[in-house]
T-cell receptor
Framework: EPEVTQTPSHQVTQMGQEVILRCVPISNHLYFYWYRQILGQKVEFLVS????????KSEIFDDQFSVERPDGSNFTLKIRSTKLEDSAMYFCASMGRSNQPQHFGDGTRLSIL | AQRVTQPEKLLSVFKGAPVELKCNYS??????LFWYVQYSRQRLQLLLRHISRESIKGFTADLNKGETSFHLKKPFAQEEDSAMYYCALSGITGGGNKLTFGTGTQLKVEL
């Protein structure tokens, strides 16, 4: 069964540094998402992406965050200048068509020191 | 605004006992409800969606619009059901179909 894959599984970064989290969605999917889960808290929506543009973003997704689908297969989340509170598990998800279930990757654990 | 409430952080039952994981939602439109499961150290996996009306691994969930609930039930718990269960809601907003998750319930099935 096709899967969403995320790399790296764990990223440790100094505060203030830029970080890029990578995702390869399922190949024929059209909708892409990033969520995050701070330790002990619930999974929170960050951003959705469709037709090469952001379709919705949460208030968490401020100017420090950006997403890109550079080559038709990868879907990346960039945090420009990381803060301690960015430490979380980041999940990528993709969906084939509107109103189908979203499929999640294993997540990237981001630790900011 | 979309909101999902799972009142229990931890539910502990004995093997063979019935299970009910509670989920209530708040949404002004017509929502789609899901249950996702996360086994230890694994990814979030879709367990059920309300429009499918199917039973997966013995679990069922019925959408009750009057009570705005989507409780997950299983008549006889198995040890392998131990996992984290998340209720989630999707509303069509600008084509994004974002999911709003509850805080999750850790189900522990004891022998």
């Amino acid at each position: 069964e096709p899967e969403v894959t995320q790399t790296p599984s764990h990223q440790v970064t100094q505060m203030g540094q830029e970080v890029i989290l990578r995702c390869v969605p399922i190949s024929n999917h059209l909708y892409f998402y990033w969520y995050r889960q701070i330790l002990g808290q619930k999974v929170e929506f960050l951003v959705s992406f469709y037709n090469n543009e952001i379709s919705e973003k949460s208030e968490i997704f401020d100017d420090q965050f950006s997403v890109e689908r550079p080559d038709g297969s990868n879907f990346t989340l960039k945090i420009r200048s990381t803060k301690l509170e960015d430490s979380a598990m980041y999940f990528c998800a993709s969906m084939g068509r509107s109103n189908q279930p979203q499929h999640f990757g294993d997540g990237t654990r981001l630790s900011i020191l | 605004a979309q909101r999902v409430t799972q009142p229990e952080k931890l539910l502990s039952v004995f093997k063979g006992a019935p299970v009910e994981l509670k989920c209530n939602y708040s949404y002004s439109g017509s929502p789609e409800l899901f249950w996702y499961v996360q086994y230890s150290r694994q990814r979030l996996q879709l367990l059920l969606r309300h429009i499918s009306r199917e039973s997966i691994k013995g679990f069922t969930a019925d959408l009750n619009k009057g009570e705005t609930s989507f409780h997950l039930k299983k008549p006889f718990a198995q040890e392998e059901d131990s996992a984290m269960y998340y209720c989630a809601l999707s509303g069509i907003t600008g084509g994004g179909n974002k999911l709003t998750f509850g805080t999750g319930t850790q189900l522990k099935v004891e022998l």
